[in-house]
C-alpha cells in the first residue's frame, strides 16, 4: 500500500510539472532566416533573423524558446502600418528581450526592454508599446542594442549584400 501512495504521489507531482510546462510553446520550426546588419555610428553589427510575416508566426514569436544564440533574433514583418500605441508582451516568454520599433525603410523609432511574464495568463502580462508607427520589428536578447551601440534613428538592412563592410 506504501508502495501504491508513493507511485501516485510521484505522478501527481510529475503531472503538475507536465501541466504548468505543457503550456509552453515549443520554439517555431520553418521560419525563413535572413542575414542582417544593424548600421549605427559604432558600423555594421551582423545578425540572423528569423522573420515572422504571418499572423500566427508574429503571435507566436519567440514563445518557449529558453535561450537565443548572440547575434540571432526575430524580425516581425506587417503589411500595414502598426499605430505607435501597438506593442508587444511577453506571455509564454521565457528570455529577456529589446525590442526595436521600425519604420519602412528600416530606421529605428524606439527600442524597449522586455522582460518575461510568469503570469499564467496574458491578462497579467504587461504591454510594451512602440511609442512611435511601426512596420516592423526586431527582437534580440536583452541588452543587445546597448552593447553594439544601436539607438534610436539607426537602421536595420536586410541581405548581406546590403550591409557596409566592417
Not at 14 to 38: I, K, M, N, R, T
Not at 53 to 59: G, L
Not at 113 to 124: D, E, H, L, W
Request: with cysteine; charged share 15%.
Amino acid at each position: 500500500m506504501l508502495h501504491m501512495l508513493k507511485f501516485w504521489a510521484i505522478l501527481s507531482v510529475c503531472f503538475a510539472f507536465y501541466g504548468c510546462s505543457s503550456g509552453v510553446a515549443a520554439p517555431q520550426e520553418g521560419l525563413p532566416v535572413v542575414d542582417a546588419c544593424f548600421v549605427s555610428e559604432a558600423g555594421s553589427i551582423p545578425i540572423k533573423l528569423e522573420v515572422a510575416s504571418t499572423a500566427e508566426q508574429r503571435s507566436k514569436g519567440l514563445m518557449g524558446r529558453t535561450s537565443m544564440a548572440p547575434g540571432a533574433g526575430m524580425l516581425f514583418e506587417y503589411r500595414e502600418p502598426r499605430d505607435a500605441d501597438h506593442g508587444f508582451w511577453m506571455y509564454k516568454t521565457l528570455i529577456p528581450l529589446d525590442i526595436a520599433y521600425l519604420n519602412g525603410e528600416g530606421v529605428i523609432g524606439a527600442i524597449r526592454q522586455m522582460v518575461p511574464c510568469a503570469s499564467a495568463s496574458g491578462a497579467g502580462c504587461p504591454s510594451y508599446p512602440a511609442g512611435v508607427p511601426f512596420i516592423k520589428a526586431v527582437e534580440m536578447n536583452a541588452g543587445f542594442f546597448r552593447e553594439h551601440q544601436i539607438l534610436r534613428g539607426d537602421r536595420l538592412y536586410l541581405g548581406v549584400e546590403n550591409c557596409p563592410a566592417q
